[in-house]
């Protein structure tokens, strides 16, 4: 067993200090929700006001402390869209450090740990999360908070010390699902995975059970409460023969999660690739035999190269697919030759990766009950981080196994990997250094670099685009317009739902000049004026609106479209008065 104190090294500083420059440098301040947050605001203010927790019919997580953290904002310093987004920074801090912290208890030296640190929260996907007011990053706090204590729990000397880690890992776990459901196998896993890892130990035992028994017990009561409010979200209305088609595609889903994984956290898996040479026996063969089946599949899954693969977050239009947000067509950011150089960057790299984690995993033939006995560090942390990727990986996979077009998969985005990228960035940084023990990796450096750049550009970019997205819809109610006749988008729609009924309504087919996904559950908002990204054929131009991106296209342009002919004279649509605007 590893004997760790944290010492304030540079890296450590580093690993906190670089969230808080990426948001500075992003500048998110916008008046209107940012993606599915919108929710969350709503919680929030709703419980400020009322002392209640009120779901709106659309939001998923159970989200409490998240509403609750919101709701003591709004109370300190009124509802600020702003206020809120900056009250997410020590989650986002605190999930670097951690990852940093549980980096250092797995032996690894302060280079390898703020490496994976970084990797996962500067990658492109977190960062937009971080500057946002998603619950992803508030759960991936508490969840690797609690894989740090239930480490500490199986490692700690005395039994004093061992309870009060496993009661705090429950503590951190509980909090992680009762913000998104999905986080209670991780609650029970590590509690299990310490009982399993102090089986032997016949004084802890009993204790244990208990605690089990205790964390089994919340979780079924959660989600009892949480799914049979009549506020709760409907449950998902696949038909079984979709669901059951969806499953011949189980390998592909499975392999795009892990592209993805091993892509965004490239900082830290490439440093494997240095030691692939040091693989040997089988491990190196299936290394080879992993290449060799992906070149062939340049023939017959052309797909797999041209990553993103999983979006949401991190696309080829840099965050978000077109017809997502708005109706129109978006830039593309990364071209296709872009795309493919990463796709195999990706690619190989995953190859070496596997046959690294099998070249260490050969390591401990014969030692398993040496390594369980003494609590050996990577050991312990594959007991209780392992099994619950693998079935957090499982939960996504099954839930959503219909191949659906412009998002990926039916409600999976690449935002739910968090947790799987935090897992595999510490397993990644601890076989490379279990192979080859060194101090720095230019690669790694190089990398992260790289991807950070992209992801605080991208999120700088979306800001910009959001804001100019505002500003048109705000223009016409400006210029006498009344909201509930502007369609400005994804958020702008949603809260003026929420203003105008209170929740989001029931689905249903409504007959519109531009027809968008969420206009179904946003019948509070006739669209008489649209922004968009690109001209609608059935639309009539009204005015443009432009802003700078610091990705190419550099200069980019919104429209703010009339609905014309019959469906504007039906529903009485007002004209825009120019004079009448700011």
Same mark, same amino acid.
């Given at each position: 067993?590893?004997?760790?104190?944290?010492?304030?090294?540079?890296?450590?500083?580093?690993?906190?200090?670089?969230?808080?420059?990426?948001?500075?440098?992003?500048?998110?301040?916008?008046?209107?929700?940012?993606? +599915? +947050?919108?929710?969350?605001?709503?919680?929030?203010?709703?419980?400020?006001?009322?002392?209640?927790?009120?779901?709106?019919?659309?939001?998923?997580?159970?989200?409490?402390?998240?509403?609750?953290?919101?709701?003591? @904002? @709004?109370?300190?310093?009124?509802?600020?869209?702003?206020?809120?987004?900056?009250?997410?920074?020590?989650?986002?801090?605190?999930?670097?450090?951690?990852?940093?912290?549980?980096?250092?208890?797995?032996?690894?030296?302060?280079?390898?740990?703020?490496?994976?640190?970084?990797?996962?929260?500067?990658?492109?996907?977190?960062?937009?999360?971080?500057?946002?007011?998603?619950? #992803?990053?508030?759960?991936?706090?508490?969840?690797?908070?609690?894989?740090?204590?239930?480490?500490?729990?199986?490692?700690?000397?005395?039994?004093?010390?061992?309870?009060?880690?496993?009661?705090?890992?429950?503590?951190?776990?509980?909090?992680?699902?009762?913000?998104?459901?999905?986080?209670?196998?991780?609650?029970?896993?590590?509690?299990?995975?310490?009982?399993?890892?102090?089986?032997?130990?016949?004084?802890?035992?009993?204790?244990?059970?208990? @605690?089990?028994?205790?964390?089994?017990?919340?979780?079924?009561?959660?989600?009892?409460?949480?799914?049979?409010?009549? #506020?709760?979200?409907?449950?998902?209305?696949?038909?079984?023969?979709?669901?059951?088609?969806?499953?011949?595609?189980?390998?592909?889903?499975?392999?795009?999660?892990?592209?993805?994984?091993?892509?965004?956290?490239?900082?830290?898996?490439?440093?494997?690739?240095?030691?692939?040479?040091?693989?040997?026996?089988?491990?190196?063969?299936?290394?080879?035999?992993?290449?060799?089946?992906?070149?062939?599949?340049?023939?017959?899954?052309?797909?797999?190269?041209?990553?993103?693969?999983?979006?949401?977050?991190?696309?080829?239009?840099?965050?978000?697919?077109?017809?997502?947000?708005?109706?129109?067509?978006?830039?593309? %950011?990364?071209?296709?030759?872009?795309?493919?150089?990463?796709? @195999?960057?990706?690619?190989?790299?995953?190859?070496?990766?596997?046959?690294?984690?099998?070249?260490?995993?050969?390591?401990?033939?014969?030692?398993?009950?040496?390594?369980?006995?003494?609590?050996?560090?990577?050991? %312990?942390?594959?007991?209780?981080?392992?099994?619950?990727?693998?079935?957090?990986?499982?939960?996504? $996979?099954?839930? *959503?196994?219909?191949?659906?077009?412009?998002?990926?998969?039916? *409600?999976?985005?690449?935002?739910?990997?968090?947790?799987?990228?935090?897992?595999?960035?510490?397993?990644?940084?601890?076989?490379?250094?279990?192979?080859?023990?060194?101090?720095?990796?230019?690669?790694? $450096?190089?990398?992260?670099?790289?991807?950070?750049?992209?992801?605080?550009?991208?999120?700088?970019?979306?800001?910009?685009?959001?804001?100019?997205?505002?500003?048109?819809?705000?223009?016409?109610? #400006?210029?006498?317009?009344?909201?509930?006749?502007?369609?400005?988008?994804?958020?702008?729609?949603?809260?003026?739902?929420?203003?105008?009924?209170?929740?989001?309504?029931?689905?249903?087919?409504?007959?519109?000049?531009?027809?968008?996904?969420?206009?179904?559950?946003? #019948?509070? $908002?006739?669209?008489?004026?649209?922004?968009?990204?690109?001209?609608?054929?059935?639309?009539?131009?009204?005015?443009? $609106?432009?802003?700078?991106?610091?990705?190419?296209?550099?200069?980019?342009?919104?429209? %703010?479209?009339?609905?014309?002919? +019959?469906?504007?004279? *039906?529903?009485?649509?007002?004209?825009?008065?120019?004079?009448?605007?700011?």
């Amino acid at each position: 067993m590893i004997s760790f104190r944290p010492k304030c090294s540079g890296w450590l500083l580093l690993s906190m200090a670089a969230p808080l420059a990426a948001f500075v440098v992003i500048h998110p301040v916008l008046n209107m929700g940012f993606n +599915d +947050d919108f929710g969350f605001y709503h919680m929030a203010l709703v419980l400020a006001r009322t002392g209640r927790i009120a779901y709106e019919h659309w939001t998923t997580p159970m989200g409490l402390p998240h509403a609750f953290w919101g709701a003591a @904002i @709004i109370q300190v310093f009124g509802f600020s869209y702003f206020a809120l987004r900056v009250a997410m920074l020590p989650f986002w801090i605190g999930s670097g450090l951690l990852i940093y912290l549980l980096g250092g208890r797995l032996g690894l030296p302060p280079f390898y740990s703020a490496l994976a640190s970084l990797s996962v929260t500067l990658s492109p996907i977190a960062i937009p999360l971080g500057a946002s007011y998603h619950s #992803d990053i508030t759960a991936l706090s508490f969840g690797v908070g609690a894989i740090y204590c239930a480490v500490q729990a199986a490692e700690a000397p005395r039994r004093s010390r061992m309870s009060a880690w496993l009661t705090g890992g429950l503590l951190m776990g509980a909090l992680a699902a009762t913000t998104r459901d999905i986080y209670w196998m991780l609650a029970v896993w590590t509690v299990l995975a310490v009982l399993i890892l102090r089986w032997r130990e016949r004084n802890v035992r009993t204790m244990n059970v208990l @605690i089990l028994v205790l964390a089994i017990a919340a979780a079924l009561a959660s989600m009892w409460w949480h799914y049979s409010r009549p #506020d709760a979200p409907p449950p998902p209305h696949d038909p079984i023969s979709r669901q059951a088609q969806g499953v011949v595609s189980l390998a592909e889903i499975v392999a795009y999660i892990g592209l993805t994984a091993v892509l965004v956290c490239l900082p830290v898996t490439i440093t494997v690739l240095r030691r692939v040479l040091l693989v040997k026996g089988w491990p190196r063969r299936i290394v080879v035999l992993l290449l060799g089946g992906s070149c062939s599949a340049l023939l017959w899954w052309p797909r797999l190269f041209f990553p993103p693969w999983i979006g949401n977050m991190f696309t080829e239009y840099g965050s978000f697919y077109n017809q997502q947000l708005m109706s129109g067509l978006h830039p593309v %950011v990364l071209r296709p030759l872009v795309r493919f150089a990463l796709g @195999i960057v990706a690619v190989v790299v995953a190859a070496a990766l596997c046959g690294a984690i099998l070249q260490v995993a050969a390591q401990y033939r014969g030692k398993v009950r040496k390594a369980f006995c003494e609590r050996e560090p990577l050991f %312990v942390f594959a007991v209780v981080a392992i099994p619950f990727a693998s079935a957090y990986t499982a939960v996504l $996979v099954l839930r *959503n196994p219909v191949f659906l077009g412009y998002a990926g998969y039916n *409600n999976l985005f690449d935002r739910y990997l968090l947790p799987v990228m935090a897992v595999g960035a510490l397993t990644a940084a601890a076989v490379a250094y279990r192979l080859h023990p060194n101090q720095g990796s230019i690669a790694g $450096v190089a990398a992260l670099t790289l991807m950070s750049a992209f992801g605080i550009a991208n999120a700088h970019d979306v800001f910009a685009g959001e804001r100019a997205r505002l500003d048109a819809a705000q223009w016409l109610v #400006d210029s006498g317009v009344p909201r509930h006749f502007v369609s400005g988008g994804y958020e702008y729609d949603a809260w003026t739902q929420l203003e105008e009924k209170g929740f989001m309504s029931p689905e249903r087919e409504r007959k519109l000049p531009v027809i968008l996904w969420f206009l179904h559950s946003t #019948d509070a $908002v006739t669209p008489c004026y649209y922004v968009v990204a690109s001209p609608q054929a059935v639309l009539s131009t009204v005015r443009e $609106v432009a802003y700078d991106a610091w990705l190419p296209p550099r200069r980019r342009t919104l429209l %703010v479209q009339q609905s014309v002919g +019959d469906f504007a004279r *039906n529903m009485g649509c007002p004209q825009a008065t120019a004079s009448a605007s700011k």
